[in-house]
């Protein structure tokens, strides 16, 4: 595969990234995210209660979003191998704290964002194998 579609691709998951964390930056928004997340838990069989959200609970929400979106910025503006090899394993960091938490019973939801990041994680692995520079024989 050549470079320039491997940055484009880095590019795509980036904005991915982006459209999903968005609404996690915007103080104004997070209510309607967390009424979202509330009825997802439930819907998927969620047996934990899903707590209420304070003014602190909102802050780490909204900080956590900011973190994203910046990240995604970046991939988006400047994408690299670089980014892209840190963006694939932190996914599966990601991932396996999302898959770990979804099997302790704390909600379902977490599991249901994890397709996202193994998903992701794998085109992004595809890729930056499918692309990595090839030696040739005698240089």
């Known amino acids: 595969m050549k470079e320039k579609n491997a940055l484009a691709v880095y590019r795509v ?3 991915w990234d982006l459209v999903l964390t968005l609404p996690f930056a ?26 209420e959200f304070g003014p602190l609970h909102a802050f780490f929400v909204c900080l956590f ?5 910046l ?3 970046v991939r988006i503006h400047r994408p690299s ?14 991932a396996s704290f999302m898959l770990t938490s979804a099997a302790r019973g704390i909600t379902p939801v977490a599991a249901v964002f994890s397709l996202s ?23």
């Open 13 to 15: 998951i980036g904005i």
């Open 26 to 51: 915007l103080p104004p928004v997070i209510p309607f995210e967390i009424a979202f997340l509330r009825t997802l838990h439930g819907a998927l069989g969620g047996k934990a209660a899903f707590p």
């Open 65 to 69: 979003g900011i973190m994203c979106v």
């Open 71 to 73: 990240w995604a910025v």
């Open 81 to 94: 191998r670089l980014l892209a090899y840190y963006d694939a394993f932190g996914r599966i960091v990601v």
């Open 117 to 139: 990041e193994i998903g992701w994680g794998l085109v992004e692995f595809a890729v930056l194998f499918r692309s990595r520079p090839r030696l040739t024989p005698g240089k």
